[in-house]
């Protein structure tokens, strides 16, 4: 598996000066050396996800279409910053920025914080000179209709860090993405529109592959669980969770906690063969698995899988997204599904849910593990999670294919509490208020054709999604406040 944490550790940016020969070789030095003293207090500020790397000062077309060829070609290279240090006349950039196959962000910021009001000459003016140099730059890139993300602020300042920070979590999905193998165990659930899609298109856009496996792939993996690993999980549930009565050593159910350890061993074992970091299955292509995963699903969703239910790969690879994304963020992302409202009167709610897979990242307290039938798929009764999410502010993702064009739609959340406990409901589950409104925020959900699977998350903010959805070249819509 490629963890979150290596997707980050893998993947640097890199922070393109612009520049010009009119200055004279002693201030060119001083552009070069100050686009290494950016990227040194970028690096030591702990507050930016990736690597910055200063190129050397940019000062001819030439340098620029090569280094933004050398950039597309580095296997590392997530993304670009430019920043015209001076003014760069842009006719020069222009056949490179065409060229170029790296997310970009436009820097606008300037050496100096202050301005030294007391010894300021024109030597000084015309070594800072971003304030039209980057208008300049900036004309070229719309004129073009080059997609970047636009930072205005000074770069020591943790605001401007933390606007690129949203942005260096978005290339870096991005990045993530064009390695990712999304392993889709059977089809999609049959008949359903939204959790189906173009594969060809998204793997244009996206960079990702989506493989078809026949769930027999799986289940030699499942046969092949060694006792001593199955033992060790179970043990290792028993530990991390609350085992219902039954379930444990001895127990009438320890059968059951068994088949479910051994699916997660078997699926585990399976996804590192095929490389996937992301994956679908669906209750209707079970066959010789005896459970549904559903603790399989929800442990593998909390150590960064993207997972999509009922054969949704779209979902899966934007689950796997927004797990790079709030990687090292408090509060935790999960696979959720829009399930059934509560319409009382000014507090009216949707309570969230799936079958089972719901990730225990997003758990408030120790979830209980229990093993209930499931109405559907008739299979022996899986084992699952439960528990219940917590309050405060989140968001839920949706990737739909509007044919010929993938469409990302964001609805900012607040999360509640439940009204009350809910002892009968045998599944994981969030409750929330979508903003701006419950009314509007569910209309206008369904007229931009939003999925009822989506990516719910905590740590996930909708400028990491709008930075990634611009990024990919995709449409993006945003219901908030
Ligand atoms: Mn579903």
């Not at 056949?95 to 997310?103: E, T």
Request: proline share 4%.
């Amino acid at each position: 598996m490629n963890t979150l944490e290596s997707v980050y550790s893998a993947a640097t940016v890199w922070l393109l000066v612009g520049s010009q020969h009119l200055y004279g070789p002693e201030a060119l030095k001083q552009v070069d050396a100050n686009g290494k003293k950016v990227a040194d207090g970028f690096n030591a500020s702990g507050n930016l996800s990736l690597k910055v790397v200063a190129q050397p000062v940019l000062t001819t077309g030439e340098e620029i279409s090569a280094v933004i060829a050398k950039a597309n070609a580095d296997a590392s290279c997530a993304g670009v910053i430019t920043w015209m240090h001076t003014f760069s006349p842009a006719k020069m950039w222009s056949p490179g920025l065409l060229g170029l196959r790296k997310p970009m962000l436009h820097l606008h910021t300037q050496m100096a914080r202050d301005l030294p009001w007391a010894t300021i000459d024109m030597d000084y003016m015309n070594l800072h000179q971003s304030a039209h140099g980057d208008r300049e730059f900036g004309y070229i890139c719309s004129r073009l209709g080059i997609a970047r993300k636009i930072v205005a602020g000074h770069w020591g300042e943790a605001g401007t860090h933390a606007r690129i920070d949203a942005w260096m979590r978005a290339v870096a999905a991005l990045h993530d993405q064009k390695k990712l193998v999304v392993a889709r165990i059977g089809d999609n659930m049959r008949r359903v529109a939204v959790t189906d899609g173009d594969k060809v298109e998204a793997e244009a856009v996206f960079g990702y592959r989506v493989d078809g496996y026949g769930v027999g792939d799986v289940v030699r993996h499942v046969n092949e669980a060694a006792d001593a690993a199955i033992n060790s999980l179970c043990g290792e549930y028993a530990g991390a969770y609350s085992l219902a009565a039954g379930l444990e050593k001895g127990g009438e159910k320890h059968e059951s906690l068994r088949d479910a350890a051994r699916i997660e061993l078997g699926l585990r074992a399976f996804l590192a063969e095929v490389g996937a970091d992301a994956f679908t299955d669906t209750f209707e292509n079970l066959h010789g698995l005896k459970q549904l995963p559903g603790i399989a699903a929800q442990r593998l969703m909390a150590d960064g899988f993207g997972f999509g239910a009922e054969g949704d790969w779209k979902t899966a690879a934007l689950v796997r997204a927004m797990k790079v994304m709030g990687h090292g963020l408090a509060g935790g992302t999960s696979f959720m599904e829009d399930y059934t409202y509560h319409f009382e009167p000014g507090r009216e709610r949707v309570l969230g849910a799936h079958m089972l897979e719901i990730c225990p990242t997003i758990a408030t307290g120790k979830p209980a593990c229990e093993c209930h039938p499931l109405g559907i798929g008739g299979k022996e009764d899986p084992v699952r999670l439960v528990f219940d999410a917590p309050a405060g502010p989140a968001l839920n993702a949706s990737m739909v294919d509007m044919g010929g064009q993938m469409r990302l739609i964001i609805n900012e959340v607040d999360a509640v509490e439940p009204d009350a406990d809910l002892p009968n409901l045998p599944v994981a589950r969030a409750v929330w208020v979508p903003r701006p409104d419950f009314r509007t925020g569910l209309e206008e959900w369904i007229r931009a054709g939003g999925a009822h699977h989506t990516g719910y998350s905590y740590s996930v903010t909708t400028e990491m999604l709008v930075d990634f959805a611009e990024a990919a070249g995709i449409e993006c819509v945003v219901i908030g406040d």
